[in-house]
């Protein structure tokens, strides 16, 4: 499925938004939250979709359109949220162990050992990429919530585990350059709003 994509012939798709050519950067990523940050919500793009944009300099041929209706949903939002699914997916282990299978392995400074989905939600500050363990569990919680499925899925589960081992450095999709911890960083801010949390008192 294309995510950039041409216009229907018809009325507006619900919660796409045109970008229209001639935009720069920034005023081409507040025209993709703008839409739904009023009703309360972020706007999701995929990597691919950001990759595409950025190589045009953020320019869309009229026209065109960035789907931005993937579940997606932030660290704050599933560290509030309570879940009946799955047995309470939140109280699983994040790093692979005898109890459970997700993915995770990088464990830098062993400090996330033994930690659960709740856990990581709940700390703060960026001791050992806390930061980055945050927005790469609410996309695989995301992820879950949908099981994982190609039409609705923002980062699939591989993407997450992805992610995380490579500490922010990993390939979004085939061919793609190599992401930088910033740059990854920096769309995890983009699409989600920051993770930078105060330190736990």
Known sequence: MREIQDSPQGGGVSRRRLVRAGLTAAPVMAALKSNT?????HSCI????????????????KGRTVRTDYACKSHG?????????????KKKRFLNS?????GF?????????????QEVLDMGGNDR???LARHVVAAYLSAVSVSDH?????????????????QGVWKPFAGSPTWTLQRTMDYFNMV???????PSA
Not at 79 to 88: E, M
Not at 98 to 102: D, Q, R
Request: proline share 8%; aromatic share 16%.
């Open 192 to 198: 989600l709003g920051p993770a930078f949390l105060p």
């Open 98 to 102: 005898k109890f459970t299978t997700t």
């Open 129 to 131: 990429n806390t930061a």
């Open 150 to 166: 190609p039409d609705h899925v923002w980062l699939t589960k591989a993407q997450c585990n992805a992610i995380w081992n490579g």
């Open 46 to 61: 995929r990597p691919s979709s950001f990759s595409s944009l950025a190589a045009a300099h953020m320019k869309l041929s």
């Open 105 to 117: 392995t990088a464990n830098p400074g062993s400090f996330f050992s033994k930690k659960t989905f």
């Open 77 to 89: 939002y599933w560290k509030n949220q309570p879940l009946t699914w799955n047995n309470d997916f």
């Open 37 to 41: 940050v009023l009703a309360g919500e």
